[in-house]
Structures are given as C-alpha cells and as structure tokens.
C-alpha cells in the first residue's frame, strides 16, 4: 500500500464458488477466503487502487491435496475409511491442469487485474447452479 502497487492473490477452490458434497469444513473455509478476498478487494479500491486482489479457485489440479494425511502425525490422525481418506474425487471428464500452468494463470490474472481466476472453463455452470438456486429463493418471502 504504501509502494501505491502491487497484487494479493489468495487460493481457495472452485468449491469456494459452489459446493461439494460430504467436505463441509473444507467447502467453508474455501468459501471464506473467496469472501475475505471480495472483502479485501473492495477496501484496497478505496485506499489503494494500485493494490489488486486475485483470488485462485482451481479445481482439478494434481498436487497430492488428497494424500493431505501424510503430513499429520499418526497420534493426531482420525480413523477414516479407505474410501473417503486419502481418496481422489470422481473428476471424471475433467482435464487435470498441470501447476506450472495454474502458475501461468495466475500471472496472467495479475497482469489483467483480474479478480476472479478458476482453472477450467466449466466452472461458470457450477457457479451459476448456486446462484440459481439461491436467486430463485432469496426474494421469494410471501
């Protein structure tokens, strides 16, 4: 701020923008750094329009999230089944996108200013399924 330039960039997840089934904990803390970036983006336009704000919501991007366990203690470990520790979940029909492309994105999205930055081109429909579906209830009071 006080360079009058600059770019934050914060990671949270394409979940950060939609939701996804039986990750609660995971779906809300992604979702809170999607709201903690439209938060930080807002003041920084105020007191310092140079200062920009990407925030990262990728989705399939091989890098080992779902073995995430390996870097817990054993003591500390919670007894989960095979089937959801450790797991991948079903990509099915979605291209994996390699890091060192994420990292081209995101330099991309700093010399564009841009705010939003997701991974794979689809992620518009999950994002406009939520918004749907909380448009089609949130005025509908009577």
């Known amino acids: 701020m006080a360079r009058g330039t600059g770019h934050v960039v914060n990671t949270s997840s ?3 923008l ?6 609660a904990p995971y779906t809300a803390s992604k979702h809170a750094v999607v ?3 439209e938060s930080l983006r807002t003041e920084l336009s105020e007191r310092a ?13 091989p890098t080992r999230i779902g073995d995430a ?16 520790a450790g797991q991948p979940r079903d990509r099915s029909g979605l ?3 390699a890091p060192s492309r994420v990292g081209e994105m995101v330099a991309d999205a ?4 841009r705010f939003y930055l997701t991974t794979h081109p689809d992620s518009g429909a ?14 509908d009071i009577g």
């Open 69 to 84: 366990q390996r870097n817990r203690p054993h003591a500390l470990t919670p007894e989960r089944s095979g089937a959801i």
């Open 35 to 37: 709201a903690l970036s």
């Open 14 to 16: 394409v979940v950060g």
């Open 49 to 61: 329009p140079g200062v920009g704000v990407t925030v990262l919501c990728p989705s399939h991007v």
């Open 18 to 23: 939609s939701v996804g089934p039986e990750i």
């Open 110 to 113: 700093i010399e564009a200013n």
């Open 95 to 97: 291209a994996p996108v």
């Open 126 to 139: 999950l994002v406009r399924y939520r918004f749907s579906r909380i448009l089609g209830e949130v005025d």
